[in-house]
């Protein structure tokens, strides 16, 4: 799994993740399983950040987007 995939994975699966953090919170539950989505996210985020340093910024998310997109075109 490249980098790329790996960053891409972890944004998704954070992003994800955030909904049900909010809807444990307002109901006063407690968010296991949206918290354990985030550590996984975060782990794999910097899994791709390790394996790649100084690739990944904020401005530099959609061309990982595009890139993996592209990839799998091909």
Known sequence: MTPDLTFLIGLV?????????FGAVIERRSPRLAALLL???AVLIFLA???NPGA???????D???R???????
């Open 64 to 66: 990982v987007i595009v």
């Open 13 to 21: 699966i954070g992003v994800l993740a955030i909904p049900p953090v």
């Open 56 to 62: 990944y910024s904020l401005a530099a998310i959609p």
């Open 39 to 41: 550590v996984v996210a």
């Open 68 to 74: 993996v997109i592209g990839d799998f075109m091909n």
């Open 49 to 51: 950040v390790r394996q």
